[in-house]
Structure formats: structure tokens, C-alpha cells
């Protein structure tokens, strides 16, 4: 399987990092995908852009790295996404040469705008992705359609009313425990790994193992079929 995880900002992919590194381990294919630098956060005052982005790719080459994954980043604009067909196409190509099983990413109804905007890209992109004359208008490099079934996951939300799976992490903890750490460095985060790891307890216990992640599960797109019997 191949599993891309689209996030706005480093350490957005928290909420996931388990069963990211779970689906590695598995021996699975898994993309993180970064559609800004979060290049506003208070960090980065005094740092150019250039900066920034070498910072930003320091920080995803250790995540990846830990989780067994490759990476992408984007450079949308920290606070300034829009959700827009232009975005959306951006990322459908990507989808195009990843040819993504499954996607993770944030829920529709997020407090932060670009939170919102990358769900909304990242559904968008599953219909764009599927259109060849849309894929390839006005593209340099040819880009095969991506049809296959894409199972779409996002974080859980208390507006939403569709199904919620649990994933079993208890064999990744400590690797989520240490990614989380990783990022309290460099932010300055008042928030233990105790804490993170209650957290996680929490949602075990809810599905009845020792750690978990969950998700709310979107839709599933399956390749069309030439009969229905």
C-alpha cells in the first residue's frame, strides 16, 4: 500500500505519526507531505524565506527518517492558502506520481485556515487526479491519471458524524513519544510526554489496547466496475 499523509505545517503529522510509522514498518510506501514551511511560526521572526526552507527540510528529513518515509513540501504560503483550483491541482499531481492507497490529512472544520484549506486540496485533488485533460492542462511533464481506490481519512472532529477506526500504536509509542519531543525542542512547547502519551492511552483505551490514533474515515473512491452483477 501507499499511504500520503498532507498536512499544512511540521508537526501537523503528530496526530498521525503511529500509524505512519506502523504502515512503514508493515513495509508499506509512505509520503509526508507539507503544503507550507510554516514559515509564520514565532521561531522565524529574524530567518529569510531561504532560511526557513532550509530549516523546514532539516525538520522533515529527521521526521521521515524516523518514520521510514519520503517528503514533499510545498510552499503554499503559511496563512495565506485559499483552498484554490490552482492548490488543488498542485497536489493532484503529486498524487499522480505517488498513486496514494490511502491520505490523511486534517478535518474540513479546523480553527485554522490553512488546516482547512489542506483537507479541502487534498479531497479536491482526489477528483483531479482522476481526469487526465486536467492533470496535464498546460504541463510541461506528462501525468497519468490516478483512478485506483483511495480510502480518504482525516483527523477526528466533533462535527463529524462518520466513522471513526482506531489504530493500534502501542508498538510505536516511543517513536511517536520522541518525534513530539523533537518538536518541543525547537518550539519551546510546555506540553510532556506524559501528557502526549496520556492522550494516546486515552484513545486506546477506547478501542481496548494500550495506545491508539484514530481518524475519521471520509469515503472510499473504488475503480469503477463493469457491471453491477
Known sequence: MRILAVFAHP?????????????????????????????????????????????RQEH???????????????????SRMTGSREEGLALARLYSKFR???????????PHPD??????ISFDA?????IPKIINEESPEPYEAHRSNIRFFQYISSAY????????????????????????????????????????AQTGREAGVKYAEKFHFRSSYAPALEYLV
Open 11 to 55: 508537526d501537523d503529522e503528530l496526530g498521525c505519526i503511529g500509524t505512519l510509522r506502523k504502515h512503514a514498518q508493515r513495509g508499506d510506501e509512505v509520503m509526508l507531505v507539507w503544503t507550507t514551511h510554516g514559515e509564520m511560526a514565532s521561531q522565524f521572526v529574524e530567518h529569510s524565506h531561504e532560511e526557513v526552507r532550509r530549516i
Open 161 to 200: 458524524s462518520r466513522p471513526v477506526v482506531h489504530v493500534d500504536i502501542t508498538e510505536q509509542i516511543d517513536l511517536a513519544v520522541e518525534t513530539v519531543e523533537y518538536y518541543a525542542n525547537f518550539y519551546k512547547w510546555d506540553f510532556t510526554a506524559e501528557r502526549f502519551k496520556e492522550t494516546r
Open 100 to 110: 496514494p492507497d490511502a491520505v490523511i490529512t486534517w478535518p474540513d472544520d479546523h
Open 115 to 120: 488546516h482547512r484549506m489542506t483537507a479541502k
Open 126 to 130: 482526489v477528483t483531479l487526479a482522476r
Open 60 to 78: 522533515g528529513d529527521w521526521i521521515a527518517k524516523k518514520v521510514g518515509a519520503t517528503y514533499h513540501f510545498f510552499d503554499m504560503g503559511d
